[in-house]
């Protein structure tokens, strides 16, 4: 099927998750992605749960699509195999610590000399430079050092870990739009261009008010978590209701007016307190407390939910991941969408978030086994004989496991 990246060449030498998030939008989108995996067991991400079948559920949402190649990069053979692939792809995008690629011979200064119209991208948690650049780091180390877990949890407490990984996935996004802005550029100039995009960055970029704040109050404001509730903003968090908990967000005047109706509270609508933004931030703990006291006369979660949209009060039942994957508008908006898979079967993963006019149909995609498509891309995309491919085989260069 025709899609807007089709015919986009892209070598995919990344694991797990940030990597694999970036290709993962560009196969979708028609890209042929060509994953190499060079570990003697492939992809972490094969081995991470669920599992069934002896297959990743995990590794499946993030690689479907993808074209296998297992190669030995150790062995002179396999290092010469993969400099070749890379004169004849788009873009490369790689996942490993600072200075790995290029001691497999693949650093920038290597790969735009072998092919000048080359975009890559290099994708980390403290970026290429810097003096933590060096650092092993994961989803929840960069969060811990740009601020964002210490903003995660109950105040007072000790702070929480996120239970998903959104710096991971950010950081594929910002490669993503990177690699695309890349792309735009060589169609005007026709050079190649190498993007850096770090964990780092990506957590940094999410604190819209923490940072600013810090620097403009000179330190009278000090962010610190607040558990539920938003730490600045009135009427702003996660509130129990009934049965569960509803999301809330009363952040202006006229949803202050519509929230008295959904309270049948019009008494307040008019309350100093409460009716402009400076008075609901200075009383803040009381407007809350004013929220918190009518949810408990509410016999469920989903009756004050319905309440509150009845007058327009942006707000959201709490959903867990079971309702969520239930719930009827990410179901038609495909946010939630089944795929199958050959021998996991049917299987929920999430959504492909950018839709456009002109492909409005999901591609049909499915995830390789680890080395399934040695052959086709050695004799296919490099068009070496069946001899030569032998060779390879029978030296241990090329691998594959059909039971991955």
Request: charged share 20%; net charge negative; with cysteine.
């Amino acid at each position: 099927m025709n899609h807007i990246f089709s015919g986009l060449q892209v070598l995919d030498l990344t694991n797990v998750l940030s990597g694999p998030t970036l290709t993962r939008l560009m196969v979708e989108m028609g890209a042929e992605v060509i994953k190499v995996e060079l570990h003697p067991a492939g992809d972490v991400g094969r081995y991470l749960p669920w599992r069934a079948n002896g297959r990743s559920g995990y590794h499946v949402q993030q690689n479907r699509g993808k074209r296998s190649l297992f190669i030995d990069a150790k062995h002179p053979d396999g290092r010469a195999l993969l400099r070749e692939l890379v004169t004849k792809v788009d873009v490369l995008v790689e996942n490993f610590s600072p200075g790995a690629i290029a001691r497999l011979g693949l650093g920038w200064d290597e790969v735009s000399q072998l092919n000048p119209r080359l975009i890559m991208c290099s994708i980390s948690a403290f970026g290429q430079e810097g003096p933590l650049s060096d650092q092993p780091g994961y989803d929840n180390i960069a969060q811990a050092y740009t601020g964002t877990t210490h903003m995660i949890g109950n105040r007072g407490e000790p702070p929480a870990m996120l239970a998903f990984s959104p710096g991971d996935v950010l950081t594929g996004v910002h490669g993503f739009a990177g690699v695309c802005a890349a792309l735009y550029h060589r169609e005007r100039t026709g050079e190649g261009q190498y993007v850096d995009v770090s964990l780092i960055d990506s957590y940094a970029t999410c604190h819209e008010v923490n940072y600013q704040s810090a620097s403009l109050s000179q330190g009278a404001y000090v962010p610190e978590r607040n558990g539920s509730l938003h730490p600045l903003v009135a009427g702003c968090g996660a509130f129990r209701a009934g049965d569960g908990f509803v999301s809330m967000a009363v952040v202006n005047d006229r949803q202050w007016v519509q929230l008295c109706r959904a309270m049948q509270r019009p008494d307040l609508e008019d309350d100093p307190r409460y009716c402009t933004a400076e008075g609901r931030t200075a009383h803040r703990d009381e407007f809350n407390q004013l929220i918190i006291d009518w949810l408990d006369t509410q016999p469920t979660r989903d009756e004050a939910v319905a309440k509150l949209q009845a007058e327009r009060v942006p707000v959201a039942p709490v959903l867990t991941v079971t309702e969520a994957l239930a719930h009827p508008h990410l179901r038609q908006r495909r946010a939630v969408r089944t795929v199958t898979d050959p021998r996991l079967g049917q299987l929920e993963v999430p959504g492909m978030p950018i839709r456009f006019s002109g492909f409005p149909e999901e591609l049909p995609l499915t995830a390789a086994g680890l080395g399934e498509h040695n052959e086709q891309i050695v004799r296919d995309t490099l068009g070496w004989d069946a001899e030569r491919y032998a060779r390879l085989v029978e030296a241990g260069v090329l691998r594959h496991d059909p039971e991955s």
